[in-house]
């Protein structure tokens, strides 16, 4: 049974910074890319960031102050969140690539958290 945790949001000043985990468990996940995607009220879910190690990629909108990394060893994936701004308010998901290749939408995505909420004041 594959799951997904994921830690560390929570209510940060705009310009600040979180630093998102997910810990994976139930198989081995070296042959499937992980993402993060979030979810803000009212919208749909949305793409931010995902890793096919080494290889990453980003959504416009957070390039350049997010960065998705991976630890292997730990079956872990983090997201660094810096320079936050309100427009980053969701809840955030991490998620299990159906294949090894980078990925952006939902439907590419076979097994999730259950969200961690981030919270950007302004």
């Known amino acids: 049974q594959v799951r997904l945790v994921e830690s560390g949001g929570g209510l940060v000043q705009a310009g600040g910074s979180l630093r998102l985990s997910c810990a994976a468990s139930g198989r081995t996940f070296s042959d499937n890319a992980m993402g993060w995607f979030r979810q803000a009220p009212g919208k749909e879910l949305e793409f931010v960031a995902a890793i096919s190690w080494p290889t990453t990629y980003y959504a416009d909108s957070v390039k350049g102050r997010f960065t998705i990394s991976k630890d292997n060893a730990k079956n872990t994936i983090h997201l660094q969140m810096n320079s936050l701004k309100p427009e980053d308010t969701a809840v955030y998901y991490c998620?299990?690539?159906?294949?090894?290749?980078?990925?952006?939408?939902?439907?590419?995505?076979?097994?999730w958290g259950q969200g961690t909420q981030v919270t950007v004041s302004s």
């Open positions: 998620a299990v690539g159906k294949l090894l290749v980078l990925r952006t939408r939902v439907d590419d995505y076979d097994a």
